[in-house]
C-alpha cells in the first residue's frame, strides 16, 4: 500500500511562515510529479504548487512569491514553505503524488495517482 503522509499544518498568523511536509511510503518503484492542493470550506480544491521529477515547478498567481515547493527525491518527500500567509491561505492542504507501483502478480509496474489525507492550515488576522 502507498500512503501520503502530510505534516506540518496548524495556525499561524497572518504574515507568518509554515512549512509543509508529505512523505511518500510502501512499495515504490518511482514517485513522478508531485504537487500540494488546497481545499477550502465550501470551495472546490486548488492546486497551489505543482514540481516534476525534473525540478520543474508551477505555482498558482495568488501564492506566487511567497510559496515555494521543493522535493527530496532520496526522501520522497515534497515540502511546501509557505510565507507571508494570508487569511485566503487557509484550508485543507492535500499532497498529491504520481507514482508507478510494481504489479503485485508478474513483473512490471503500474501507475498510480495517490492523495495524502490533508493537513489543516489556519490563519489568524
Known amino acids: 500500500q502507498v500512503r501520503l503522509v502530510e505534516s506540518g499544518g496548524g495556525l499561524v498568523q497572518a504574515g507568518g511562515s509554515l512549512r509543509l511536509s508529505c512523505a511518500a511510503s510502501?512499495?515504490?518503484?518511482?514517485?513522478?510529479?508531485m504537487a500540494w492542493y488546497r481545499q477550502a470550506p465550501g470551495n472546490q480544491r486548488e492546486l497551489v504548487a505543482a514540481?516534476?521529477?525534473?525540478?520543474?515547478?508551477n505555482y498558482a498567481d495568488s501564492v506566487k512569491g511567497r510559496f515555494t515547493i521543493s522535493r527530496d527525491n532520496a526522501k520522497n518527500t515534497v515540502y511546501l514553505q509557505m510565507n507571508s500567509l494570508k487569511p485566503e491561505d487557509a484550508a485543507v492542504y492535500y499532497c498529491?503524488?504520481?507514482?508507478?507501483?510494481?504489479?503485485?502478480?508478474?513483473?512490471?509496474?503500474?501507475?498510480?495517482?495517490?492523495w495524502g489525507q490533508g493537513t489543516l492550515v489556519t490563519v489568524s488576522s
Open positions: 498529491n503524488a504520481e507514482t508507478f507501483v510494481p504489479l503485485t502478480t508478474g513483473g512490471g509496474f503500474r501507475y498510480l495517482e495517490v
Open positions: 514540481v516534476t521529477s525534473g525540478g520543474s515547478t
Open positions: 510502501g512499495t515504490i518503484f518511482r514517485v513522478n510529479a
